[in-house]
């Protein structure tokens, strides 16, 4: 799926439907793993363009070495085509394209 992340600042927000904590392990295998949600996912892009954004169930296991551990907060918003990140430094908003 293509997604563009932005300033949140940038748009105004629709309802949210569901705020979470979560821990996100970024890895050097490339994958960020969220452990509460048995998910992980990966960001992708080539030049200025949209990520490349994947998501898939995971096992649990952590295959590459953790470089960074980040606690965010995730803010789902109706409709789901848009999500926000929040984190120590930042906030990323994330549109899925179209």
């Not at 363009?49 to 590459?64: K, L, Q």
Request: aromatic share 14%; net charge negative; glycine share 6%.
């Amino acid at each position: 799926m293509k997604v563009t992340a932005c300033n949140p600042k940038s748009r105004k927000l629709p309802l949210i439907k569901e705020t979470k904590e979560a821990n996100v392990l970024w890895c050097d295998d490339g994958w960020s793993y969220l452990p509460q949600y048995k998910v992980r996912r990966k960001f992708e892009r080539e030049g200025n363009g949209p990520y490349d954004y994947t998501e898939e169930v995971w096992d649990g296991v952590v295959p590459g070495k953790v470089l960074y551990n980040e606690k965010v907060t995730i803010s789902v918003y109706i409709p789901n085509k848009m999500w926000m990140e929040v984190g120590n430094e930042y906030a990323e908003l994330y549109v899925v394209e179209p």
